[in-house]
């Protein structure tokens, strides 16, 4: 080829200059060229090949031979004897332009588009950062940090690289390469062990201060009544856990304690064409095995709700999620469920793979709307025709609910105004639903495993014009209460009372009295009327009256077995000075500040509770009402005051073995305090009057032996 031009220049001219290096075998299509091999292929080769050509003759030489000289000829008169038998190939359009190569090319675009469509965009400004192509995984700070940075690292550690080892040697070059160690995807998979052996360093230091503050106190001339008056720590024990977050408590007790009390409540068989209700979360994380795919998920999800709505005959289905705002009173037992870590996911299509710690990710209340959206996006298209029966799918979504109505085999989707609400939680929503449903259907069925959801449904069932059922538990432990033998068993007054008595004694938002379970806390509400009553006024408005508080306070005396006194401030000081050996101060009853903080979140919370038949609850700010914003954060309130007197919270003592502590040397006369007994010091001239004389003459404890002696 390289001598082409000076060997054959006429072929030269004809590929360089003319462009004769492809076949155009017709006139009448344009942009028809084919290569200069395959057109001999389809042509002369062809010939050659068959019967008549060289088919037969490959072992005759001399044949072969006549037959490759004569070649093109055969070929020319093979041609004309085919066109004079009419046997010529018609000219026939472009097959692109053939109807079923046109619906095939169709199909296959709108395929493309349909999994464009469904792929995560990469060139998409994602809130979060860096999103997985693969996974939708979005990238946690660290990881996103060391991803942008990897080139500009790199690039460092190869200048170090050929700095050290290559221009001055001061290295080795066989010397081993550290490694960069950057996070990727792959880290945020890995599970983190957490140890509870902080939180036992946490309790013990809590234990040794406790005990130092008393006997500083008593040194410093300050009553031990005052100083009990205070909490003694950076937070209130009684009411919360050693690492600080709220004591928690066992609600299913409290729901075992009103099922016993309601005596025959349990039912078999449902009355048809009733509405049920579903808590949507307690649906999804009671799946065992969790499909592959986010789009089986949903297949599976709306499944197992429309068969277990067809085995109960009703004809009305509600869906209800809960809203995840960003300041909400829940974030700190929404924090503690996910202490093992989260993991932010983002849902781009139906055959997206599901997430292998799945934990993680319904641990991410972003996580968790975003999946509610997706379930409203997949159902809506979804084929309910083929049921059987009149339908009714409600699907709550955000702050709006579309309805999905099959009837006499049309299906319509529609839009419910009103059903739309500002309610952050499922607990509530539902019943704003149930009152919904009521309207035509006679049998409201309530499916979730909370207790708050019963405590709530037993208080407001008699504003709903409906037979209320409570439907929990699964398998063989599924069981369906009839509210209404519930209440009638349980009376009015404690009915009314018991959004009021969950909230105080503990639920998700509120903490629990350390070592007051629910049944003791049910039943001493239960003694007095008066508590019922203040039970009752808990949450009517979302703020606390005086008068509830000063009730509350003596429950609160009764319930720690101090119901002779007046507040709680002397109900610790006694329950302190009784206990035979070293009481622990977290079961003391709390202070009388913390108990208000207290009391304040549980009305708080009651009060949500009390509003839940109301579309818009117009709650307002949780800010002072028990809790604070701290670093952007909802933080609960656990006191006012100051954790200890002024004087006692100077825990200064000193080390001195020699001398009388009459220098500033001496820490405890540098910062003008009297030593204590947590002092090292000797014959000291810094200790009280009261010490001295306690030194001189003792406390007295040996006098009795001594005059029988």
Known sequence: MVNLPFTHPSCHSELSVKGQWTVQRQSVHGF??????????????????????LTGLTQNRDAVHRWILSQHERAAIARQCEAMAGKCPDIRKRKDLDSTQIHSDDKAVTRIIST???????????????????????????????????????????????????????????????????????????????????????????????????IIGQSRKIDLREILSYSLGTVSYPLSSSDGSLAKTNKSSLMEVLETKGGDCLVDKLPANGAILFDGMAVIQAIRSIPSTFGELADTILQYIVKLALKHNCTRIDFVIDRYLEMSIKNLERSRRAGGGTQLVKIYGRDQKTPRQWKKFLSDGTNKETLTEFLYVMWRDADLTTVGKDLSLYIAHGDQCHCLTVMEGLQTLSAVEDLTCDHEECDTRLFFHAQHAAKEHQTVIIKSPDTDVAVIALSLQPDLPCRLYFFTGVGNKARIIDLTKVSSALGTSVCSALIGIHTFSGCDSTSAFYGKGKKKSFSVACEKKEYLTA????????????????????????????????????????????????????????????????CKRANYQAAIMRHSLKGVMCAPSPFGNGWHLEDGELTVTWMTKNPAPESVLQVVHCSCKQGKCDTVRCSCMSARLSCTDLCRCQNCANVSQEMEERDTWGDGSDDSDDTDE
């Open 32 to 53: 028809a060229s084919i290569a200069c091999d395959q057109a001999i292929e389809q042509t002369c080769n062809r010939d050659s090949k068959t019967k008549g050509g």
């Open 116 to 214: 464009l469509d469904s792929m995560l965009n990469p060139f998409d400004t994602h809130q979060n950062g860096i999103v997985c192509l693969s996974s939708g995984t979005v990238a946690a700070e660290e990881v996103m940090r060391d991803l942008l940075t990897a080139p500009e690292k790199g690039e460092n550690a190869v200048k170090e690289f050929m700095d050290q080892r290559l221009l001055s040697q001061s290295v080795d070059i066989f010397a081993p390469i550290n490694k960069q160690k950057l996070k990727t995807f792959s880290d945020q998979a890995k599970t983190k062990k957490k140890s509870a052996a902080g939180k036992e360093v946490i309790l013990r230091a809590d234990k040794k201060l406790f005990s130092r503050l008393l």
């Open 535 to 598: 039970f009752t006024n808990l949450g009517n408005r979302f703020n606390l009256d005086q008068s509830t508080f000063d009730v509350l306070s003596k429950y609160v005396c009764h319930l720690y077995g101090q119901s002779s006194a007046k507040t709680v401030n002397d109900a610790r000081y006694k329950a302190f000075c009784m206990a035979s050996s070293a009481l622990p101060e977290r079961s003391m009853p709390p202070t009388s500040d913390a108990l208000y903080q207290h």
